[in-house]
């Protein structure tokens, strides 16, 4: 069996029996990455020399007897949204075309102490703004399932990265569905955990009472193991929870018997694409079968969640975004007249139109005047929205639905019409604003092979209940990951891309 | 109703957020911020009267630890990332007269 069919765990199964090295490890990854970057775009950087290097000290950890863990020696990829000391980290922006951070990220950290193998970082929408990773500035990434498509977003590099089988495991970060829509989009698993459960640490904040990083990986047991890596108590992230468990992989069980799940109407209604509620409502019934009680209900409140996320995380963007001003790292705008000139200038040439857009309304809905009637009227929104949960949560021990209304969009059909990009987080979006956990699993395909991803909705802490229920579907269905179809064989790149132009792009933009 | 961002608002907004916008960017943004108002404003059809703003969803208030320095001197590694810098400082154009 080649090296990059297996999955992180059973990768670091055969590592640590010595049937693997980890450099033979990296080494598959890196090679499938290079076959594959011209047509998919998945990495802003990728980091051979780093990986290798990282991968000869794992390696004698191992045999040592230091390092044992089910991740260690398994190559990874991390949003560049993360900090990592000393390595590229751009947020997918000009802003930060320079920007070598002085720290790592806690949940980077804690995927190296796992024995992690980092071999770069992946492209998104600039700033996590978007649902497509087409405003990142180092050009699209493209869905491997079709590279005529997106892969979502805004962590699309790293979902498309795990499909294509350009490492074993990823973390993306989740703002209004950013991890959920684009794993739906590529067929893989991803999941948003309780808001404050891994650390923001090192995380390049967008909407900081929204964000949250987690995994995304090949299969569910992936992605309970890679969970329980990067979850933590951390002081430095005065939102960071103490959990009283985080032994997320003990959760792996085949048995949904008796489990409540409610489907709610408002998410398999108008809007909905009709291959996705058969895929949705087929996994509804596997689930079913295997003893759990689905029923359906109304949640409430659904149409609302878009414009409230819009008004908080806007404002938040338009504070968090206030300190890219040229000043201390990354771009700087030259020919300005004085300082004030200068943050203009800099601000202007330095961020892309989607961020712009938002750094606007944010700084309108908290202006003097206009504060009361948005902002403050979209965090009362926020504790409806919360309670209608609550309430759902007295009956269910989860709710199931799609991951997003439609599968994966051509790319350039989307940022024409912001707010019709917007409509496409419907189904996300209000986790985020609940602070509940909330995972992707793949369900089925349409009629063009693309991915259709199911939602599981937890209540807080609920995470275990989640993966149980998604690993009890793969039982069930004998789901395996599935390649992308375009990157069979040998992992050449198709025909007629342009990805190579872009790769050029990146790399002329770094050294800028 | 429909909101209208009038030349001034959107100048105002321009300064709030640090950015400088040509006549076209200044058009595009008040229709792009027009259609979102009208957007937002499908909130007011919600009875919000006696719901507290939540800004979290946990009941956590000020998270305090001892102020005891934990790392080290990176004043090098930082000034590394300084579009200018002069000596040990970051250098920024003239501010005052």
Known sequence: MEILEFTALELGEKIQRREISVREAAQAALAQAEAAEPAINSYVTLDPEGALAQADEIQRKIDAGELAGPLAGVPVAVKDNMCIKGQLTTCSSKILSNFKPVYTAEAVLNLQKAGAVILGKTNMDEFAMGSTTETSYYGPTKNPHNTAHVPGGSSGGSCAAVAARECFGALGSDTGGSIRQPSSFCGVVGMKPTYGTVSRYGLIAYGSSLDQIGPITKDVSDCAAFLEAITSHDPKDSTSIRREDYRFTEALQDDVKGMRIGIPRDYMGEGLDGEVREAVMRAAKVLEEKGAVVEEFDLGLVKYAIPAYYTIASAEASSNLERFDGVKYGYRAAGYEDLHSMYKKTRSEGFGAEVKRRIMLGSFVLSSGYYDAYYLKALRVKALIKKAFDNAFEKYDMILGPAAPTTAPELGSSLSDPLKMYLGDIYTISVNLAGLPGMSAPVGKDHRGLPIGMQLIGNVFQEKKLLRAAYTYECATEKQFERAAELSGTGAAPAGTDGAGQEDTAKEAHQA | ?97
Request: cysteine-free.
């Open chain 2, 1 to 97: 109703m429909a909101n209208r961002i009038s030349d001034e608002t959107i100048e105002y907004v321009g300064i709030l957020a640090k950015l400088e916008l040509s006549d076209s960017e200044k058009e595009a943004a008040k229709a792009d911020m027009e259609k979102m108002l009208d957007y937002i404003d499908t909130l007011n059809e919600l009875d919000t009267t006696g719901i507290e703003p939540m800004s979290h969803v946990f009941q956590v208030s000020n998270v305090f630890r001892e102020d005891v320095v934990t790392n080290g001197d990176s004043r090098e590694e930082m000034l590394a990332n300084a579009p200018q810098r002069k000596d040990d400082s970051f250098e920024v154009p003239r501010t005052i007269g």
